[in-house]
Antibody
Framework: EVQLVESGGGLVQPGRSLRLSCAAS????????MHWVRQAPGKGLKWVSG????????AYADSVRGRFTISRDNAKDSLYLQINSLRAEDTALYYC?????????????WGQGTPVTVSS | QSALTQPPSASGSPGQSVTISCTGT?????????VSWYQQHPGKAPKLMIY???KRPSGVPDRFSGSKSGNTASLTISGLQAEDEADYYC??????????FGVGTEVTVL
């Protein structure tokens, strides 16, 4: 059974940094691309970033490029998202999602999300 | 990376069919067959219902079907059931390793 468990969210002051983690199990993690997707309270899904199976391809939404850094450790079956210079508009539930392919194509399985609240 | 256009809401009575549209451009929906549809119940994570325009993952009822014509993709739910009441999001690969979601459609079972 595919399982994705996010962690690292919380209440953070504007301008600070945060590192989100996603622990994967139940599948060969190093065979698949991975994504971060966020959902602000009461709003729709927004793709944040994706990374291919071997880290050869990394992509970001325009709204986060330069502040967010996605990475993965295939030896630890883990995905990460470093978020710097946090803004109020970054407040959202952050989902980790597995792609059905080795390159960035489309998420299939999703975690339950970790909440990030940016407020002073 | 503009969001794909979906109607804000759709509804139908039990047993009826409802179709949700998802309109993009030739750079996303129209340019690739990597269109997916997700179902999201309140407080829950999204669930993949359709991938590659019309393929159903294992376990998804065949009441759910997908199609595409030009820059518009569609999700049809036939034989609507109470448990189908949820938000539905389309998504598409948008080239150059980018990805975009639709704005979402709230489906109500009357």
């Amino acid at each position: 059974e595919v399982q994705l468990v996010e962690s690292g969210g919380g209440l953070v002051q504007p301008g600070r940094s945060l590192r989100l983690s996603c622990a994967a199990s139940g599948f060969n993690f190093d065979n698949y691309a991975m994504h971060w997707v966020r959902q602000a309270p009461g709003k729709g899904l927004k793709w944040v970033s994706g990374i291919s199976w071997n880290t050869g391809t990394i992509a970001y939404a325009d709204s986060v490029r330069g502040r967010f850094t996605i990475s993965r450790d295939n030896a630890k079956d883990s995905l990460y998202l470093q978020i710097n210079s946090l803004r109020a508009e970054d407040t959202a539930l952050y989902y980790c999602a597995k792609d059905w392919y080795s390159a960035i194509r489309s998420p299939d399985y999703w975690g339950q999300g970790t909440p990030v609240t940016v407020s002073s | 990376q503009s969001a794909l256009t979906q109607p804000p809401s759709a509804s139908g009575s039990p047993g009826q069919s409802v179709t949700i549209s998802c309109t993009g451009t030739s750079s996303d929906v129209g340019g690739y067959n990597f269109v997916s549809w997700y179902q999201q119940h309140p407080g829950k994570a999204p669930k993949l219902m359709i991938y590659e325009v019309s393929k159903r993952p294992s376990g998804v009822p065949d009441r759910f079907s997908g199609s595409k014509s030009g820059n518009t993709a569609s999700l049809t739910i036939s034989g609507l059931q109470a448990e189908d009441e949820a938000d539905y999001y389309c998504s598409s690969y948008a080239g150059s390793n980018n990805f975009v979601f639709g704005v979402g459609t709230e489906v109500t079972v009357l």
